[in-house]
Structures are given as C-alpha cells and as structure tokens.
C-alpha cells in the first residue's frame, strides 16, 4: 500500500511532464483616426499606409495574422462605381515612414494604388451607408520577414469615401516551452523510467 502511494504521488509530475505544451500570446493593433478629417474617415481622393512598429520576441514565432474590418461603411461614390477597399501588407524596411498613417494621392484611380506584391484582398460596396464586416489572414512567412527589423504597414485604398468604426490587425505567436517542460528529448525519457520503474517494482511486490 505505500508503494502504491508513492507510485501515486510520482506519476502526476512526471505526466506534467509530457503534456506541458507552448502557450499562445497575442497582440492587437488599431490605427489611430485613419484617414482625413474628421477622424474616422478614409477619403478616395488618397492611398493610406498605417505603419506599425513590432517585431516577433526572439525565439518566438508567428502562427496567426488576422486584419478586420468591423462596420466599415461606404459613405459617397466617387469615379467609380462600386466602391473598392484595397488591403496589402507592405515592408517598410527601405522607407522613412514607418509609423502612423501617412497619406498618398491617387485621385481615386479605380485600380490598387499599393500593387500586386503583399495584397491581401479587395472589397466591393456597391451600396451606400450598408455596414460591412470582413478580414484577411495575413502570410506568416511574409510578416515574419517584414517584421525582422521591428517595423511594417498596412496599405489601404479606398477608391470612393468611407467611413470606418474599426480596423484591428491581431497577431497570435508561440512563446517558448518553459524550462523542464515539454516532451523530453531521448536522454530525459531514459531519466524518467530509471526514476519510475523502481516504483512500479515495489508496486508489483506489495501485491
């Protein structure tokens, strides 16, 4: 009966042990009254690039990027009909302008002032004053090497005039296992049997 004790109270550290896994963090980021005045806004008549100052924690990887858009309304109608939101993730490790939202004219071309390269996606409005939620889901590989030097962008074009109540950009990354946790490598397993077959000896004697 004591060994059987002594088995009973070892065995719960060792299985902790094994299923000790990485726990997620996450980060959310918001711009700042993107677009004209009043804030809120984003006029056709510009390009927005909303820079963001992170980089991934050494030793921590990305495992999710998502950018939303919450009730995001098309206001007025410019050159063109319906209306388009253009969304790409941009590096600015060769810029200057790396934080904040900067502004670009575009005179409301009807085709994406940020390009090919990054693009997450567009979305139509062809109605006036209806609220639209949607989001994009970022490449990680892309982020991760845009982000290495600790700062990126969100480009927006907004060809016609829109409202916006919400844009967030979250990014989910792994933090490291802590120390003595985890799945051990081979050395460690062979440690965690020699400590726990001399209980399951004792164990099977007291029968």
Known sequence: ???????????????????????????????????????????????????????????????????????????????NKPGILWSNLLDTSSGSETTGVKKYPDWDAGTNYWGTTGFLGKQLFPTLNVNQTFGYALD????????????????????????DTSIKLKITYNTPTPTGHGVPDGGSTALLLAMVLPFVRLFRRSK
């Open 1 to 79: 009966m004591k060994s059987l004790k002594k088995l009973s109270f070892v065995l719960p550290f060792l299985g902790a042990t094994f299923i000790a896994q990485a726990i997620p963090s996450t980060v959310e980021f918001s711009p700042a009254g993107i677009g004209t005045s009043p804030s809120g806004t984003m006029d056709g008549y510009y390009a927005y690039s909303w820079g963001v100052n992170w980089s991934v924690p050494t030793g921590y990887s990305i495992t999710d990027a998502t950018l939303t858009y919450s009730n995001i309304k098309l206001t007025g109608f410019g050159k």
């Open 140 to 163: 990680v590989a892309m982020l991760t090497s845009y982000a290495a030097d600790g700062h990126f962008a969100i480009g927006i074009d907004p060809d016609c005039h829109y409202k």
